[in-house]
Protein backbone atom coordinates (compact mmCIF):
# COMPACT_ATOMS: atom_id res chain seq x y z
CA UNK A 1 0.00 0.00 0.00
CA UNK A 2 2.02 3.01 -1.11
CA UNK A 3 1.91 6.20 1.91
CA UNK A 4 -0.60 4.28 3.68
CA UNK A 5 0.05 3.77 7.32
CA UNK A 6 -2.66 1.64 9.30
CA UNK A 7 -2.70 -0.61 12.33
CA UNK A 8 -3.76 -3.94 12.27
CA UNK A 9 -5.11 -5.73 15.27
CA UNK A 10 -5.52 -9.32 14.80
CA UNK A 11 -6.74 -11.77 17.66
CA UNK A 12 -6.87 -15.43 16.89
CA UNK A 13 -7.27 -18.92 18.89
CA UNK A 14 -5.98 -21.90 17.76
CA UNK A 15 -7.31 -25.55 19.50
CA UNK A 16 -5.57 -28.85 18.03
CA UNK A 17 -6.92 -32.17 19.39
CA UNK A 18 -4.57 -35.35 18.30
CA UNK A 19 -6.68 -38.43 18.94
CA UNK A 20 -3.66 -40.75 17.43
CA UNK A 21 -0.70 -39.83 15.99
CA UNK A 22 -2.31 -40.14 12.77
CA UNK A 23 -5.57 -38.69 13.17
CA UNK A 24 -6.66 -34.99 14.89
CA UNK A 25 -9.27 -32.56 15.06
CA UNK A 26 -7.94 -28.82 14.56
CA UNK A 27 -9.93 -25.24 15.40
CA UNK A 28 -9.50 -21.39 14.48
CA UNK A 29 -10.80 -18.82 15.22
CA UNK A 30 -9.95 -14.95 13.86
CA UNK A 31 -10.77 -11.79 14.09
CA UNK A 32 -8.95 -8.70 12.84
CA UNK A 33 -10.17 -4.95 12.86
CA UNK A 34 -9.89 -3.67 9.42
CA UNK A 35 -12.26 -6.06 8.04
CA UNK A 36 -14.39 -5.90 11.13
CA UNK A 37 -15.04 -10.06 10.79
CA UNK A 38 -14.78 -13.33 12.37
CA UNK A 39 -13.78 -16.52 11.00
CA UNK A 40 -14.25 -19.95 11.83
CA UNK A 41 -12.32 -22.84 10.11
CA UNK A 42 -12.04 -26.57 11.59
CA UNK A 43 -10.31 -29.44 9.87
CA UNK A 44 -10.36 -33.09 10.50
CA UNK A 45 -7.12 -35.11 9.15
CA UNK A 46 -6.66 -38.85 9.19
CA UNK A 47 -3.04 -40.32 7.72
CA UNK A 48 -4.76 -43.70 6.81
CA UNK A 49 -1.60 -45.15 4.83
CA UNK A 50 1.99 -43.41 5.49
CA UNK A 51 2.29 -40.48 2.67
CA UNK A 52 -1.66 -40.60 2.19
CA UNK A 53 -3.84 -38.33 4.00
CA UNK A 54 -7.22 -36.91 4.09
CA UNK A 55 -8.92 -34.11 5.37
CA UNK A 56 -12.29 -32.58 5.87
CA UNK A 57 -12.37 -28.76 6.17
CA UNK A 58 -14.95 -26.56 6.67
CA UNK A 59 -14.78 -22.53 6.68
CA UNK A 60 -16.87 -19.84 7.65
CA UNK A 61 -17.00 -15.81 7.97
CA UNK A 62 -19.18 -13.71 9.84
CA UNK A 63 -19.61 -10.24 9.48
CA UNK A 64 -21.56 -6.88 11.17
CA UNK A 65 -23.18 -4.40 9.02
CA UNK A 66 -23.46 -2.25 12.39
CA UNK A 67 -20.51 -0.23 14.27
CA UNK A 68 -18.99 -3.71 15.07
CA UNK A 69 -20.34 -3.03 18.88
CA UNK A 70 -22.05 -6.58 19.84
CA UNK A 71 -21.42 -9.97 18.36
CA UNK A 72 -25.05 -10.45 18.55
CA UNK A 73 -25.73 -8.83 15.19
CA UNK A 74 -23.15 -10.76 13.63
CA UNK A 75 -24.32 -12.90 10.01
CA UNK A 76 -23.37 -15.15 7.79
CA UNK A 77 -21.02 -13.90 4.90
CA UNK A 78 -20.01 -17.15 3.29
CA UNK A 79 -18.99 -20.94 3.73
CA UNK A 80 -17.03 -23.72 2.66
CA UNK A 81 -16.82 -27.22 3.11
CA UNK A 82 -13.93 -29.01 1.14
CA UNK A 83 -12.92 -32.83 0.87
CA UNK A 84 -9.01 -33.30 0.27
CA UNK A 85 -6.55 -36.20 -0.48
CA UNK A 86 -3.27 -36.14 -0.50
CA UNK A 87 -0.45 -39.01 -1.46
CA UNK A 88 3.55 -38.95 -1.66
CA UNK A 89 4.53 -40.61 -4.86
CA UNK A 90 8.36 -42.09 -3.82
CA UNK A 91 10.40 -43.70 -6.74
Same mark, same amino acid.
Given at each position: ? /??????? %???????????? /????????? %???? =??? @???? @????????? /???????????????????? @????????? @???? =??? %??????
Amino acid at each position: L /PDTEFDA %QVSSLNLRFNFT /PDMGWSHLV %QHDN =ISD @SVGY @STRFFWEFQ /PGKKAYVVFRQNYGDEDDGS @SLRDLYVRN @SELS =IKA %QTTFRF
